[in-house]
T-cell receptor, first 107, second 114 residues
Framework: QKEVEQDPGPLSVPEGAIVSLNCTYSNSAFQYFMWYRQYSRKGPELLMYTYSSGNKEDGRFTAQVDKSSKYISLFIRDSQPSDSATYLCAVSRQLTFGSGTQLTVLP | ETGVTQTPRHLVMGMTNKKSLKCEQHLGHNAMYWYKQSAKKPLELMFVYSLEERVENNSVPSRFSPECPNSSHLFLHLHTLQPEDSALYLC?????????????FGAGSRLTVL
Protein backbone atom coordinates (compact mmCIF):
# COMPACT_ATOMS: atom_id res chain seq x y z
CA GLN A 1 0.00 0.00 0.00
CA LYS A 2 1.32 3.43 -0.93
CA GLU A 3 1.89 5.82 1.96
CA VAL A 4 -0.07 8.57 0.21
CA GLU A 5 -2.60 8.11 -2.59
CA GLN A 6 -3.85 10.95 -4.72
CA ASP A 7 -6.04 10.88 -7.81
CA PRO A 8 -3.83 12.28 -10.61
CA GLY A 9 -6.75 13.67 -12.60
CA PRO A 10 -6.66 15.59 -14.83
CA LEU A 11 -9.52 17.65 -13.41
CA SER A 12 -11.15 20.35 -15.50
CA VAL A 13 -13.74 22.77 -14.07
CA PRO A 14 -15.40 26.03 -15.19
CA GLU A 15 -14.38 29.30 -13.61
CA GLY A 16 -16.23 29.94 -10.35
CA ALA A 17 -16.69 26.25 -9.51
CA ILE A 18 -15.87 24.74 -6.13
CA VAL A 19 -12.98 22.32 -6.46
CA SER A 20 -12.35 19.39 -4.13
CA LEU A 21 -8.94 17.70 -4.15
CA ASN A 22 -8.33 14.66 -1.97
CA CYS A 23 -5.66 12.32 -0.64
CA THR A 24 -5.63 9.27 1.56
CA TYR A 25 -2.70 8.15 3.67
CA SER A 26 -1.78 4.93 5.43
CA ASN A 27 0.19 5.84 8.57
CA SER A 28 -1.96 7.01 11.45
CA ALA A 29 1.12 8.50 13.14
CA PHE A 30 1.33 11.34 10.60
CA GLN A 31 0.63 14.69 12.24
CA TYR A 32 1.42 17.31 9.60
CA PHE A 33 -0.50 17.63 6.38
CA MET A 34 0.42 20.00 3.62
CA TRP A 35 -0.73 21.14 0.23
CA TYR A 36 1.74 22.35 -2.36
CA ARG A 37 0.88 23.97 -5.68
CA GLN A 38 3.09 23.51 -8.73
CA TYR A 39 2.74 25.66 -11.81
CA SER A 40 4.10 24.46 -15.13
CA ARG A 41 7.91 24.72 -15.32
CA LYS A 42 8.14 25.70 -11.67
CA GLY A 43 8.91 23.90 -8.43
CA PRO A 44 6.17 23.18 -5.87
CA GLU A 45 5.32 25.97 -3.43
CA LEU A 46 3.58 25.60 -0.10
CA LEU A 47 -0.07 26.57 -0.22
CA MET A 48 -1.07 25.72 3.34
CA TYR A 49 -0.62 23.15 6.08
CA THR A 50 -2.55 21.78 9.02
CA TYR A 51 -1.55 20.01 12.18
CA SER A 52 -3.59 17.02 13.34
CA SER A 53 -7.31 17.03 12.56
CA GLY A 54 -9.60 19.88 11.67
CA ASN A 55 -10.01 22.65 9.13
CA LYS A 56 -7.87 25.59 8.15
CA GLU A 57 -9.03 28.40 5.92
CA ASP A 58 -6.96 30.88 3.92
CA GLY A 59 -8.95 33.07 1.58
CA ARG A 60 -10.58 30.87 -1.07
CA PHE A 61 -8.70 27.78 0.13
CA THR A 62 -9.74 25.40 2.90
CA ALA A 63 -7.67 22.42 4.04
CA GLN A 64 -9.44 19.66 5.92
CA VAL A 65 -8.00 16.65 7.76
CA ASP A 66 -9.99 13.65 8.98
CA LYS A 67 -7.53 11.49 10.91
CA SER A 68 -10.16 8.87 11.72
CA SER A 69 -10.47 8.00 8.04
CA LYS A 70 -6.93 9.10 7.07
CA TYR A 71 -8.34 11.49 4.51
CA ILE A 72 -7.19 14.99 3.63
CA SER A 73 -8.91 17.49 1.36
CA LEU A 74 -8.29 20.85 -0.22
CA PHE A 75 -11.30 22.93 -1.26
CA ILE A 76 -10.99 25.88 -3.62
CA ARG A 77 -13.96 28.25 -3.73
CA ASP A 78 -14.71 30.54 -6.66
CA SER A 79 -11.94 28.89 -8.70
CA GLN A 80 -9.99 31.09 -11.10
CA PRO A 81 -7.98 30.30 -14.25
CA SER A 82 -4.89 31.30 -12.24
CA ASP A 83 -5.57 28.30 -9.98
CA SER A 84 -4.71 25.99 -12.90
CA ALA A 85 -1.75 23.96 -11.62
CA THR A 86 -0.82 20.61 -10.15
CA TYR A 87 -1.73 20.24 -6.48
CA LEU A 88 0.37 17.91 -4.33
CA CYS A 89 -0.56 16.68 -0.89
CA ALA A 90 2.23 15.86 1.53
CA VAL A 91 2.27 14.25 4.95
CA SER A 92 4.62 13.99 7.93
CA ARG A 93 7.84 15.83 8.67
CA GLN A 94 9.72 13.78 6.08
CA LEU A 95 7.17 14.96 3.58
CA THR A 96 5.86 11.96 1.74
CA PHE A 97 4.10 13.28 -1.32
CA GLY A 98 1.12 12.20 -3.36
CA SER A 99 1.45 12.00 -7.15
CA GLY A 100 -0.35 15.32 -7.64
CA THR A 101 -3.69 16.27 -9.22
CA GLN A 102 -3.56 18.38 -12.37
CA LEU A 103 -6.29 21.04 -12.25
CA THR A 104 -7.44 23.24 -15.13
CA VAL A 105 -9.94 26.04 -14.51
CA LEU A 106 -11.57 27.09 -17.77
CA PRO A 107 -12.48 30.76 -18.27
CA GLU B 1 19.10 36.11 -5.87
CA THR B 2 16.43 34.88 -3.54
CA GLY B 3 14.97 31.49 -2.65
CA VAL B 4 16.39 28.32 -4.12
CA THR B 5 18.25 28.45 -7.43
CA GLN B 6 18.97 25.40 -9.58
CA THR B 7 21.30 25.11 -12.56
CA PRO B 8 21.16 24.03 -15.28
CA ARG B 9 17.43 24.23 -15.95
CA HIS B 10 17.73 21.72 -18.79
CA LEU B 11 20.32 19.02 -19.39
CA VAL B 12 20.64 16.38 -22.11
CA MET B 13 23.27 13.73 -21.62
CA GLY B 14 24.33 10.41 -23.01
CA MET B 15 24.58 7.31 -20.87
CA THR B 16 28.36 7.54 -20.69
CA ASN B 17 28.56 11.22 -19.73
CA LYS B 18 29.34 12.73 -16.35
CA LYS B 19 27.48 15.88 -15.34
CA SER B 20 26.46 17.71 -12.18
CA LEU B 21 23.36 19.54 -11.03
CA LYS B 22 23.81 22.52 -8.75
CA CYS B 23 21.53 23.99 -6.12
CA GLU B 24 21.99 27.13 -4.04
CA GLN B 25 19.71 28.43 -1.30
CA HIS B 26 19.67 32.03 -0.08
CA LEU B 27 17.27 31.49 2.83
CA GLY B 28 19.66 30.63 5.66
CA HIS B 29 18.10 27.17 5.98
CA ASN B 30 19.95 24.29 7.63
CA ALA B 31 18.63 21.35 5.59
CA MET B 32 18.71 20.60 1.87
CA TYR B 33 17.05 17.89 -0.21
CA TRP B 34 17.10 16.26 -3.64
CA TYR B 35 13.80 14.94 -5.04
CA LYS B 36 13.08 13.17 -8.32
CA GLN B 37 9.80 13.99 -10.08
CA SER B 38 8.58 11.68 -12.85
CA ALA B 39 5.27 11.98 -14.70
CA LYS B 40 2.27 10.60 -12.79
CA LYS B 41 4.47 9.46 -9.89
CA PRO B 42 4.88 10.90 -6.39
CA LEU B 43 7.89 13.00 -5.65
CA GLU B 44 10.68 10.61 -4.66
CA LEU B 45 12.95 11.76 -1.85
CA MET B 46 16.53 10.93 -2.85
CA PHE B 47 18.84 12.57 -0.33
CA VAL B 48 18.60 14.77 2.75
CA TYR B 49 21.38 16.85 4.23
CA SER B 50 20.96 18.38 7.65
CA LEU B 51 23.73 20.70 8.89
CA GLU B 52 25.82 19.49 5.94
CA GLU B 53 25.64 15.83 6.97
CA ARG B 54 23.75 13.33 4.88
CA VAL B 55 20.96 12.00 7.04
CA GLU B 56 18.94 10.09 4.48
CA ASN B 57 19.67 8.12 1.35
CA ASN B 58 16.58 6.42 0.02
CA SER B 59 18.08 3.44 -1.80
CA VAL B 60 19.25 5.61 -4.65
CA PRO B 61 21.52 3.95 -7.25
CA SER B 62 25.21 4.77 -6.89
CA ARG B 63 25.19 6.49 -10.29
CA PHE B 64 23.72 9.44 -8.34
CA SER B 65 26.21 10.99 -5.93
CA PRO B 66 25.29 13.99 -3.74
CA GLU B 67 27.66 16.55 -2.30
CA CYS B 68 26.92 19.28 0.24
CA PRO B 69 30.06 21.42 0.75
CA ASN B 70 28.23 23.95 2.98
CA SER B 71 24.73 24.76 4.16
CA SER B 72 23.97 26.90 1.10
CA HIS B 73 25.11 24.60 -1.71
CA LEU B 74 24.09 21.16 -2.86
CA PHE B 75 25.24 19.16 -5.85
CA LEU B 76 24.02 16.01 -7.54
CA HIS B 77 26.77 14.31 -9.54
CA LEU B 78 25.53 12.09 -12.36
CA HIS B 79 27.42 9.35 -14.17
CA THR B 80 26.51 6.43 -16.44
CA LEU B 81 22.82 7.21 -16.17
CA GLN B 82 20.02 5.20 -17.75
CA PRO B 83 17.14 6.49 -19.91
CA GLU B 84 14.73 5.81 -17.03
CA ASP B 85 16.61 8.43 -15.01
CA SER B 86 15.11 11.11 -17.25
CA ALA B 87 13.00 13.28 -14.94
CA LEU B 88 12.74 16.64 -13.22
CA TYR B 89 15.20 16.86 -10.33
CA LEU B 90 14.08 19.23 -7.61
CA CYS B 91 16.21 20.73 -4.90
CA UNK B 92 14.58 22.02 -1.73
CA UNK B 93 15.65 23.55 1.55
CA UNK B 94 14.06 23.94 4.98
CA UNK B 95 14.79 25.20 8.45
CA UNK B 96 14.59 22.09 10.58
CA UNK B 97 12.91 22.74 13.91
CA UNK B 98 10.04 21.39 15.95
CA UNK B 99 6.77 21.52 14.10
CA UNK B 100 5.99 21.47 10.40
CA UNK B 101 8.92 20.98 8.05
CA UNK B 102 8.13 23.43 5.27
CA UNK B 103 10.15 22.97 2.10
CA UNK B 104 11.10 25.71 -0.33
CA PHE B 105 11.73 24.23 -3.77
CA GLY B 106 13.80 25.38 -6.69
CA ALA B 107 12.39 25.38 -10.22
CA GLY B 108 14.07 22.08 -11.00
CA SER B 109 16.57 20.71 -13.51
CA ARG B 110 14.94 18.81 -16.39
CA LEU B 111 17.22 15.89 -17.25
CA THR B 112 16.99 13.85 -20.44
CA VAL B 113 19.19 10.77 -20.79
CA LEU B 114 19.62 9.52 -24.34
Amino acid sequence: QKEVEQDPGPLSVPEGAIVSLNCTYSNSAFQYFMWYRQYSRKGPELLMYTYSSGNKEDGRFTAQVDKSSKYISLFIRDSQPSDSATYLCAVSRQLTFGSGTQLTVLP
Amino acid sequence: ETGVTQTPRHLVMGMTNKKSLKCEQHLGHNAMYWYKQSAKKPLELMFVYSLEERVENNSVPSRFSPECPNSSHLFLHLHTLQPEDSALYLCASSQEAAGANVLTFGAGSRLTVL
